[in-house]
C-alpha cells in the first residue's frame, strides 16, 4: 500500500474525516513511506542536488562552531559531558559540533542522536564515522536524561492542529478524501487559540491558525527527564503575540520542494516536507510548567554573535563569509530563527548566547 493509499485507509477508518495533524504525522513520518523516513535527499544549497531546503549547517560551519561555544559553557556548567541531539538531518550539524567542542577541550564523552528515520540513521552513520566510537543512536527519549541537549529545525516538524475562523466560532480543519485525492473539511470543535483575544479588533473572519499540543507535550516531557545539563531549540517562529497577530490570516503552514515553498499540504504528499512555525510562548510556558527555568530567547543573529561568530568570520574566506552572512541577515535566517534555551530550575546559568539582545520579555 502506498502513502496516498495508507492516507485514504487512515481517513476512512477515522469515520471519513481525519484531525491534520494525524494527516501531517502519516505524510512526514510513516514507516519507509512518509517525507522524512523515504530515500529522499532533503538537505542542500541546491535544487540541482535533489534536495529541498537548506538548513543553517548545510549553510555554513561557522553555525556548528559557534553554537558549539554555547553547548561548551553548559557542559562545563551542568557538569555533563554528553551531548543530545534531536532529529540530527544529515549528520552535518552533530560533525560541527563534535570537531568544535573537541578542538576547545570541552571533553565530550558521547553525542548521541534521537532519529526516527532509519534512512537517515543510514546517512548520519556515514557522515560521523571518523567519531564512530562516540556516537549513539537512541529509538525514543532516555526515561532520564544529563545531557546537554540540541535541536535544529525539529520543533516546526512536529505535528498541529490546524483550526478555522469563520467569524461566529472556531473549527478544527481535518482532511476528506476527494477522488484520488484529498480536501480540507472544517468540523466542530472546542480547540481555541491560546491567544483568545488579539486587540486589533480581534481575530478575522477566514483566519486559519495552528496550534501546537505535541511540541509542547515533546517539551514537558524533556523537561520532566532532563535530570543535570541544558537544552537549546533553534527554529523560524514568533512569541505568542506575533504568532497570533490578526494580520497573521493564513497562519504559517508551508511545504517545501525543489527549495520552493508552497501552502498546500494535500498534494505531492510524501514528496515534500510540511513545517509550521514555532509558538515559542508556549514553548516556555511548557518548559516553566515542567520545572525549568528559560535561560534565554533571542534572535539567530544576536545568538551566533553573542557565541563569536563574528570572530570566527574574521578567518574565514570570502566564500565562507558570503555564505555565514545569511545567518546573520535579517532578509534571511538572522531575525526569522529564534533561539529558545532551558535548565533545570535547580541549577540555572548566564548562558553566553543569551548575554546581549535577550528578548524573554516578549515571550
Known sequence: MNLVDK?????????????????????????????Y?????????MPSEGSDFVTAPEMSPLFGRALARQLAQAMDASGCRDLMEFGAGSGALAAQLIAELDALGAGLARYRIVELSAELRGRQRERLAHWRDRVEWLDELPDEIEAVVVGNEVLDAMPVQLIAFDGQAWRERGVVGAGAGFAFED???????????????????????????????????????????????????FP?????HPQRLGGTLMCHQGHMADPDPLVAVGDKDITAHV?????????????????GYTSQANFLLNCGIADLLAGASLGERAMAHRLLAEHEMGELFKVIGFAPLSAPFDALGFERGDRSHKL
Open 7 to 35: 492516507l485514504h485507509a487512515e481517513i476512512a477508518s477515522a469515520g471519513g474525516w481525519l484531525a491534520f495533524d494525524r494527516f501531517m504525522a502519516t505524510a512526514l513520518y510513516a514507516p519507509g513511506q512518509g517525507y
Open 279 to 295: 509558538n515559542f510562548t508556549g514553548i516556555a510556558l511548557a518548559g516553566q510548567d515542567a520545572g525549568l527555568v528559560v535561560l
Open 187 to 237: 468540523r466542530d470543535s472546542r480547540l481555541r487559540p491560546p491567544l483568545q483575544d488579539p486587540g486589533h479588533g480581534g481575530f478575522v473572519p477566514g483566519t486559519v491558525t495552528e496550534i501546537h499540543p505535541q511540541a509542547e507535550a515533546f517539551v514537558r516531557t524533556l523537561a520532566r527527564r532532563l535530570k543535570c545539563g541544558a537544552a537549546f531549540f533553534i527554529d523560524y517562529g
Open 240 to 244: 505568542e503575540a506575533e504568532y497570533y
Open 37 to 45: 523516513a523515504g530515500g529522499r535527499r532533503k538537505f542542500g544549497t
